[in-house]
């Protein structure tokens, strides 16, 4: 029973694992994003209280 088990969990470990990531990197990218946009605002909104 080990021995037929062991080899399907290697072979889930690394989809996990790169479902994992995915999950991070994309948290990431939006995170990049959402921060990107709030310096987006505050230099649009500088700029108005400039002029």
């Known amino acids: 029973m080990?021995?037929?088990?062991?080899?399907?969990?290697?072979?889930?470990?690394?989809?996990?694992?790169?479902?994992?990531?995915?999950v991070?990197?994309?948290?990431?990218?939006?995170l990049s994003l959402r921060r990107r946009r709030i310096f987006v605002m505050q230099g649009t909104f500088f700029i108005q209280m400039n002029i």
């Open 2 to 22: 080990a021995a037929v088990f062991s080899p399907s969990l290697y072979k889930l470990k690394p989809t996990a694992m790169g479902l994992i990531t995915a």
């Open 24 to 30: 991070r990197s994309s948290a990431e990218i939006r």
